[in-house]
């Protein structure tokens, strides 16, 4: 081999090497607009519905269930029992009670005849003292 042929092959390596060539078909598709928008999320969608909480004055105790239905449809309940008798307002707290358990919410006194009932999606920070409470009585 010539002193020629050695530098010509140096700089023109086309025999030493095999193309492959890919047909346009085997790639694969562009990026339809589709395909970028799934990446996109709507924070409309993200944001969690504003959670209502129902003020309640109960008259008689034919009211606690539509108190309870509040509270099945996840909606949080204040519930003011200075309107009813007495042992009325016992039967529906324990009514509320036994519709916040089977729901794994939660019932708190707020009052001396004010009750908060919670669903479970509800957390409830923070206590009252009861020392309060029965600082009107006295």
Do not use: W
Request: charged share 25%.
């Amino acid at each position: 081999m010539s002193f020629k042929n050695k530098i010509k092959n140096y700089f023109t390596m086309d025999d030493e090497y095999e193309y492959e060539y890919i047909e346009e078909d085997n790639l694969p598709d562009k990026v339809t607009p589709k395909q970028k928008s799934q990446n996109v999320v709507n924070l409309q969608s993200v944001q969690q519905p504003a959670q209502r909480v129902v003020l309640c004055e109960p008259r008689s105790y034919n009211e606690a269930q539509e108190i309870a239905d509040n509270i099945v449809n996840k909606r949080s309940v204040v519930i003011n029992l200075q309107r009813v008798e007495n042992h009325q307002a016992k039967r529906i707290v324990d009514f509320l009670s036994g519709t916040v358990y089977a729901l794994n919410g939660d019932i708190q006194k707020l009052g001396a005849e004010t009750f908060l009932c919670t669903p479970e999606s509800v957390d409830v920070t923070g206590s009252i003292s009861e020392s309060y409470l029965y600082e009107d009585e006295l």
